[in-house]
Nanobody, 122 residues
Framework: QVQLVESGGGLVQAGGSLRLSCAASGRTLTLAWFCQPPGKERQFVAAISGSGTTTFYADSVKGRFTISRDNAKNTVYLQMNNLKPEDTAVYYC??????????????????WGQGTQVTVSS
């Protein structure tokens, strides 16, 4: 059983920055962030391999968001810069515990955090 606890969400003006954190208990492989904008389905944002050497991003956040992990602390981070109103969403941390899963598919993640709200005002 893996528990994921997110923190760091909040209200920020457009162009500002936020850093999300997700502390994991237990062994994890790929860790990822998904977001769910109001009235929309949950969608992929970024993922990082178990070693931290490989990262993946949705096109909409490339160049603005950076995912990283500290395996000593079993924590994954999402640094979000140059935030836009369309980034407003609930952000969820997700973990895979098996190999050979698709990093961008929410159905391939085994555990989820409770979510943290990010609101970007214009």
């Amino acid at each position: 059983q893996v528990q994921l606890v997110e923190s760091g969400g909040g209200l920020v003006q457009a162009g500002g920055s936020l850093r999300l954190s997700c502390a994991a208990s237990g062994r994890t492989l790929t860790l990822a962030w998904f977001c769910q904008p109001p009235g929309k389905e949950r969608q992929f944002v970024a993922a990082i391999s178990g070693s931290g050497t490989t990262t993946f991003y949705a096109d909409s956040v490339k160049g603005r968001f950076t995912i990283s992990r500290d395996n000593a602390k079993n924590t994954v981070y999402l640094q979000m810069n140059n935030l836009k109103p369309e980034d407003t969403a609930v952000y969820y941390c997700a973990a895979q515990i098996n190999y050979y899963r698709k990093y961008e598919s929410r159905d391939d993640y085994d555990y989820w955090g409770q979510g943290t709200q990010v609101t970007v005002s214009s």
